[in-house]
């Protein structure tokens, strides 16, 4: 079933939508490794999480028929003043609503926002195999900038991670 972009809301989390994005995020830390958590994590740690994206970090969540289907954020890249300009993507669909379009709506919203609140550059960090965030990532413009190899362990094996970035603003200068 096709999702047409007038079917599914876009917004500003709340807090009270945490319980759906619990769900759908420890989801993926049980069956992936989209995420390097080896246990699913509690409401009160989504809370101190949810309390740590205001101003330049964004968490924007898509409803489809009333109901929390997926998330999108941004957040810090390191902590060094001179990454001020970079952020670190994150996107999680609930499982039943992959495929249908809502990855890319979340993500088209997110990196308009990056644009706005003066970023240079958006980075995402993908675990292979997961060729529907690499194509999602591509089709937006995302490169393929390197990989670390077996820097978290999981489901009894090492994981590599891959990079993909987006120049916002390319060949501009200083901030």
């Known amino acids: 079933m096709e999702t047409r972009s007038k079917d599914v809301r876009l917004r500003e989390a709340e807090e ?4 759906a994005i ?6 993926q830390v049980r069956t992936s490794a989209a995420t390097f958590d080896l246990e699913p994590l509690t409401l009160a740690r989504r809370r101190e999480w949810f309390s740590e994206h205001v101003g330049r970090f964004p968490l924007i969540v898509a409803e489809l028929g ?35 379009g809502i990855g890319g709506l979340l993500m088209t919203e997110l ?12 980075i995402a960090g993908i675990a292979p195999p997961n060729e529907p965030s690499v194509r999602l990532h591509r089709s937006l413009g995302f490169r393929f900038v390197g ?21 916002l603003s390319p060949g501009k200068g200083e901030p």
């Open 16 to 19: 009270s939508d945490l319980p």
């Open 22 to 27: 619990l769900e759908i995020y420890n989801h």
């Open 66 to 100: 009333g109901r929390v289907v997926g998330y999108a954020s941004l957040s810090g890249f390191r902590d060094k003043p001179g990454y001020s300009n970079s952020a670190e993507s994150s996107i999680y669909v609930d499982r039943g609503s992959q495929g249908r």
């Open 111 to 122: 990196l308009s926002r990056a644009v706005k609140l003066g970023y240079h550059t958006v």
């Open 147 to 167: 990989s670390f190899k077996e820097v978290g362990y999981k489901f009894s094996a090492w994981q590599d991670v891959d990079f993909y970035q987006l120049i």
